[in-house]
Nanobody, 121 residues
Framework: QVHLVESGGGLVQAGGSLRLSCAAS????????MGWYRQAPGNQRELVAT???????NYADSVKGRFTISRDNYKNTVYLRMNSLKPEDTAVYYC???????????????WGQGTQVTVSS
C-alpha cells in the first residue's frame, strides 16, 4: 500500500509564504507524475501544479509566478513553495502521485489526506 503524507500547511498573512511537502511511502516500483491540487469550500478540486519524473512542470494560471513545484526522487517527495499568498489561495491542498506499484503493473492514483492553507487579509 502506498501512502502520501502532506505537511507544511497553516495560517499566514497575505503576501506571506509557505512550503508544503508530501512524502510517498510504501512498496512501489516508481512514481510518475506528482502534483498538488486544492479545494476551497463550495468549490471543486482544482489543479495547482504538476511535475513529471523528468521534472517538467505545469501550473494553473492563478499561481504562475508565485508557486514553485519541485520533487526529490530519492526521497519520493514533492514540494510546493508558495509565495505572495492571497486570501483566494485559502483551501485544503492535496498531494497526488501516479504510482507504478510493481514492474509491469498499471499506474495507480494516490492522494494525501490534505493540509489546510489559510491566508488572512
Amino acid at each position: 500500500q502506498v501512502h502520501l503524507v502532506e505537511s507544511g500547511g497553516g495560517l499566514v498573512q497575505a503576501g506571506g509564504s509557505l512550503r508544503l511537502s508530501c512524502a510517498a511511502s510504501g512498496s512501489m516500483f516508481s512514481i510518475k507524475n506528482m502534483g498538488w491540487y486544492r479545494q476551497a469550500p463550495g468549490n471543486q478540486r482544482e489543479l495547482v501544479a504538476t511535475i513529471t519524473n523528468g521534472e517538467s512542470t505545469n501550473y494553473a494560471d492563478s499561481v504562475k509566478g508565485r508557486f514553485t513545484i519541485s520533487r526529490d526522487n530519492y526521497k519520493n517527495t514533492v514540494y510546493l513553495r508558495m509565495n505572495s499568498l492571497k486570501p483566494e489561495d485559502t483551501a485544503v491542498y492535496y498531494c497526488n502521485a501516479e504510482v507504478i506499484v510493481t514492474l509491469g503493473s498499471g499506474m495507480d492514483d494516490y492522494w494525501g489526506q490534505g493540509t489546510q492553507v489559510t491566508v488572512s487579509s
